[in-house]
């Protein structure tokens, strides 16, 4: 019998401080910096995000967000096999926080390990897991991205420090004799690991080089419109579908400018859009689950819908999953 993949259970968390624009404004203002909630509002589409507090960890985001998928799927804890964690925010070097997730859950024995793919992390999970349990590696799956990007932004440089956001998703994706994920597709373009990066790293003791988040906004803007219609319409052409079938595109949520091009170029209506980038900002690999779980548990997102998620980020990482709720 053929073997598929399903997610059977969402779940979600974000850290309780939210920072408004307002707030930020007023923050970067105490710096001698000038910013406003119109430019934020207007190139963006960000109102609010949330931060965690000193000494509260990705795995700690993870967990929550875990505990409610699992609790939704009806899945335990104890019958899970394989954990992959998208996070490019990690609790330590090593060891992974998939590893340190598996801890703070009260289980050992099965697979767990961190994809890194920066704001494309949950797509290359997701894909992942939907490989290992259509191959027989695994069979009940946690596919979470959680990220605490507040510890990598730099509070001076105004054109980033307002775009991102703390929070974790998660799913519970199982095997399954119906589909569930009907076709993955991910892509890297190494060329441009420069445009969007946290270039230091910890050499003996010290960190060397830069350790917050540099980024050319216009370069990643032009590259992720581009890759993300690509992948949207590769994704659709492997599982014979078109867009029209789609019910939900859920994309990562970056920017609303970008999703309203990816829209666009699809001919999907925006009411055909899961939009959290306003209340979350862009949480990077925690963000597709993220909307996912927040469309779920609202009603608009129902079982036995068509979803098309799609992320884009630093690498550069691109890609897509096309699944049936
Ligand atoms: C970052 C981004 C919003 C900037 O928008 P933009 O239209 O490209 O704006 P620019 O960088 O050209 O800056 C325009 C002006 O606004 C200013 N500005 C930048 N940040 C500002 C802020 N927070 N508040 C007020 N003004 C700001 C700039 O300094 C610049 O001023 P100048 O013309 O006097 O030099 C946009 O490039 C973007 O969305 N890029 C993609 C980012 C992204 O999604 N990254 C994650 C991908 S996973």
């Given at each position: 019998?053929?073997?598929?993949?399903?997610?059977?259970g969402?779940?979600?968390?974000?850290?309780?401080?939210?920072?408004?624009?307002?707030?930020?404004?007023?923050q970067?203002?105490?710096?001698g910096?000038?910013?406003?909630?119109?430019?934020?509002?207007?190139?963006?589409?960000?109102?609010?995000?949330?931060?965690?507090?000193?000494g509260?960890?990705?795995?700690?985001?993870?967990?929550?967000?875990?505990?409610?998928a699992?609790?939704?799927?009806?899945?335990?804890?104890?019958?899970?096999?394989?954990?992959?964690v998208?996070?490019?925010?990690?609790?330590?070097?090593?060891?992974?926080?998939a590893c340190?997730?598996?801890?703070?859950l009260?289980?050992?024995?099965?697979?767990?390990?961190?994809?890194?793919?920066?704001?494309?992390?949950?797509?290359?999970?997701?894909?992942?897991?939907?490989?290992?349990?259509?191959?027989?590696?695994?069979?009940?799956?946690?596919?979470?991205?959680?990220e605490?990007?507040?510890?990598?932004?730099?509070?001076k440089?105004?054109?980033t420090?307002?775009?991102?956001?703390?929070?974790?998703?998660a799913?519970?994706?199982?095997?399954?004799?119906?589909?569930?994920i009907?076709?993955?597709?991910?892509?890297a373009?190494?060329?441009y690991?420069?445009i969007?990066?946290?270039?230091?790293?910890?050499?003996?003791?010290?960190?060397l080089?830069?350790?917050?988040?540099?980024?050319?906004g216009q370069?990643?803007?032009?590259l992720?419109?581009?890759?993300?219609?690509?992948t949207?319409?590769?994704?659709?052409?492997?599982?014979?579908?078109?867009?029209?079938?789609?019910?939900?595109?859920i994309?990562?949520?970056?920017?609303?400018?970008?999703m309203?091009?990816?829209a666009?170029?699809?001919?999907?209506?925006?009411?055909?859009?899961v939009i959290?980038?306003?209340?979350?900002?862009?949480?990077?690999?925690?963000?597709?689950p993220?909307?996912l779980?927040?469309?779920v548990?609202?009603?608009?997102?129902?079982a036995?819908?068509?979803?098309?998620?799609?992320?884009?980020?630093?690498?550069?990482?691109?890609g897509?999953v096309?699944?049936?709720?």
């Amino acid at each position: 019998m053929k073997i598929f993949s399903r997610i059977t259970g969402t779940g979600s968390f974000l850290p309780p401080r939210r920072l408004t624009n307002a707030d930020l404004v007023a923050q970067l203002a105490a710096q001698g910096l000038e910013s406003n909630d119109e430019w934020i509002v207007e190139r963006t589409g960000i109102r609010a995000r949330h931060f965690v507090d000193v000494g509260i960890h990705c795995s700690d985001l993870a967990l929550q967000a875990s505990q409610r998928a699992l609790q939704a799927a009806g899945v335990a804890a104890r019958d899970i096999d394989l954990i992959i964690v998208g996070t490019s925010t990690p609790d330590m070097v090593f060891p992974s926080t998939a590893c340190i997730l598996q801890g703070k859950l009260g289980v050992r024995g099965g697979a767990a390990f961190d994809v890194q793919a920066v704001c494309s992390g949950f797509i290359y999970a997701l894909t992942v897991a939907d490989a290992m349990i259509r191959s027989g590696v695994a069979t009940k799956a946690l596919v979470i991205g959680a990220e605490v990007f507040s510890r990598i932004l730099d509070f001076k440089d105004r054109t980033t420090c307002v775009l991102f956001g703390d929070g974790a998703g998660a799913v519970v994706l199982e095997a399954s004799a119906e589909p569930g994920i009907l076709a993955t597709d991910i892509h890297a373009d190494g060329k441009y690991t420069d445009i969007l990066c946290v270039p230091g790293h910890v050499s003996g003791g010290a960190i060397l080089g830069e350790p917050l988040l540099r980024m050319d906004g216009q370069a990643v803007f032009k590259l992720a419109v581009g890759v993300l219609d690509e992948t949207a319409r590769a994704v659709l052409a492997k599982a014979g579908l078109s867009a029209a079938d789609i019910d939900w595109l859920i994309p990562h949520q970056a920017n609303i400018r970008i999703m309203q091009s990816a829209a666009r170029k699809l001919k999907l209506p925006m009411d055909k859009v899961v939009i959290t980038v306003d209340q979350h900002g862009n949480t990077s690999a925690a963000s597709i689950p993220l909307a996912l779980d927040t469309a779920v548990r609202s009603g608009q997102v129902k079982a036995g819908q068509t979803l098309l998620l799609e992320g884009v980020g630093g690498g550069f990482t691109w890609g897509a999953v096309l699944l049936k709720l």
